[in-house]
């Protein structure tokens, strides 16, 4: 998991992925509320990646469960975006499928941060010395 930079980051990469073929897909929609609590839910996941790792430990696990969070807000507005006809069924089916796999990399990120950041560091001295 070693990074310099959130900007590395697959999770993030990924959902700045999802959020520009939110933006793009919605771009025609009239519907502006459903539109701009997309937009949002979309923006707010890799932000929250970015503020996290720029914070480290224990702060970036809260942001990756909070852009979690936020992902699953996306899917649902997806679904409902499909259903009352803002988006296209196969564009929908496209946004499930990677904000569901956005989820399970957060989910797995979040766990690794977690027991990292729990984990004290070894000692590099031996007391016995």
């Not at 946004?95 to 979040?110: D, F, G, H, Q, Y």
Request: glycine share 6%; hydrophobic share 40%.
């Amino acid at each position: 998991m070693a990074y310099q930079s959130f900007e590395e980051l697959e999770v993030w990469k990924r959902s700045m992925g999802a959020a520009v073929l939110i933006y793009t897909c919605l771009r025609d929609c009239r519907d502006f509320g459903l539109r701009e609590q997309m937009q949002r839910s979309a923006v707010s996941i890799p932000s929250n990646i970015a503020e996290g790792a720029e914070r480290g430990g224990l702060d970036f696990a809260r942001y990756l469960k909070i852009a979690l969070g936020s992902a699953a807000e996306l899917r649902t507005q997806c679904y409902i975006a499909r259903d009352v006809g803002a988006l296209k069924p196969e564009d929908a089916e496209t946004l499930v499928a990677e904000l569901k796999e956005v989820s399970r990399m957060l989910s797995s990120l979040s766990r690794t941060v977690t027991s990292r950041a729990k984990t004290p560091f070894a000692s590099t001295s031996d007391p016995e010395d």
